[in-house]
C-alpha cells in the first residue's frame, strides 16, 4: 500500500516528446538531479505490479511514471576508472566515467531500488525480478555495490557484457547502489518487472517502462 502523504502523478504519454537532443525541454517532464530518488519502486495494487521513480529529496514523496522524468548525473558526477582487474567492467584504467555513488552525495542524485511497498505473501519467495532489457546510447551503463572495502563488491548490471539482465528484488528491500555511465550524453533503458502470485503460481509483469538519464560533462 502505498504511503498516505504520497502524491501520485498520473502516468502520461510524456516519452514521445523526448528528444536525444534536450529530453528536459519536453513538456511537464520533471528533472532529477540531487538527493534521494529510488529510480526502480515496486508496487503492487489491485493485482496489477507497477514500476515507478520514488522522489524522497523533499519533504513530501511524490512517485511519477519513469517516463515523466529525466535523471541527471551532474558533472561532479564525473571521474576515472581506478587501477585495478576489479574496475575493467567500467573501462580501461583512467579513462573518464560518469558514477551517481552508492554512498549519498547531497550535490548528485542517490539513486536506488526499492521494494518497500510490497507485501510479504504476494509473490513466490517474496521476490520480484526486475529485467534491465536494454539500453540505447552513447556509452555502457553499469549498476554495481562496493564491498566493505570500497571496491566493485556485486555488479548488478552491466550493458558492456549484454542485456538483460535481472536483479532480485525481495519484500522490504531498499537498495542503494553505483550507476555508472562509460560516455557523456543521453540514455535510454527499458525496464520491466516479473514475479509469480504466491497464491496460484500464475506470471505477473508490470509494463515495459523507459528511463531516461542525461549525463553532462
Known amino acids: 500500500m502505498r504511503h498516505p502523504a504520497r502524491l501520485l502523478v498520473a502516468a502520461g504519454a510524456l516519452i514521445a516528446t523526448l528528444t536525444a537532443a534536450d529530453p528536459a525541454s519536453a513538456t511537464c517532464v520533471t528533472v532529477l538531479d540531487h538527493g ?115 571496491a566493485p563488491g556485486s555488479v548488478l548490471v552491466d550493458s558492456g557484457d549484454g542485456l538483460p539482465d535481472t536483479v532480485a528484488l525481495h519484500v522490504g528491500d531498499h537498495t542503494h547502489a553505483n550507476w555508472a555511465f562509460s560516455e557523456p550524453g543521453t540514455y535510454t533503458l527499458k525496464v520491466r518487472a516479473d514475479a509469480e502470485l504466491a497464491a496460484t503460481g500464475q506470471a505477473v509483469s508490470s509494463r515495459t517502462v523507459t528511463y531516461t538519464f542525461q549525463i553532462k560533462n
Open 36 to 150: 534521494h530518488v529510488d529510480v526502480v519502486g515496486l508496487g503492487y495494487e489491485n493485482g496489477r505490479l507497477e514500476v515507478g521513480v520514488h522522489d524522497e529529496s523533499g519533504a513530501v514523496e511524490v512517485e511519477y511514471a519513469p517516463e515523466e522524468v529525466v535523471l541527471k548525473a551532474l558533472p561532479a558526477a564525473g571521474t576515472t576508472v581506478p587501477a585495478g582487474s576489479a574496475y575493467t567492467f567500467l573501462g580501461a584504467a583512467g579513462t573518464p566515467v560518469w558514477i551517481l555513488p552508492e554512498v549519498q552525495n547531497p550535490d548528485l542524485l542517490w539513486a536506488g531500488l526499492g521494494a518497500e511497498e510490497l507485501s510479504a505473501g504476494d509473490f513466490g519467495n517474496d521476490t520480484v525480478n526486475v529485467r534491465f532489457l536494454s539500453v540505447q546510447g552513447p556509452g555502457k551503463i553499469a549498476i554495481y555495490t562496493d564491498d566493505v572495502f570500497g
